[in-house]
């Protein structure tokens, strides 16, 4: 789990670039943690894993979809 919401953005945020630039595979958690200019530990203090990361980036893009029909459907 994520702690704190600025942070969770932040990793959120960093995470999907990296992903969409070097792709999930070509993504290590060393790199993430490069670009927040922490520790890999410390990323670990906020996220299990790098599965982790990507579960909740593709949860939070399925959400924003399913909000998305939802107001589609109401008009």
Request: charged share 30%; aromatic share 6%; hydrophobic share 35%.
């Amino acid at each position: 789990m994520l702690v704190g919401t600025d942070r969770k953005r932040e990793i959120l945020s960093v995470s999907q670039r990296l992903f969409k630039e070097k792709g999930y595979s070509g993504t290590s958690v060393r790199d993430i943690s490069r670009e927040l200019n922490i520790e890999p530990a410390s990323l670990y203090s906020h996220v299990k894993n790098k599965e982790d990361i990507l579960d909740q980036i593709c949860f939070g893009i399925a959400e924003k979809l399913l909000l998305a029909i939802d107001e589609v459907n109401d008009i």
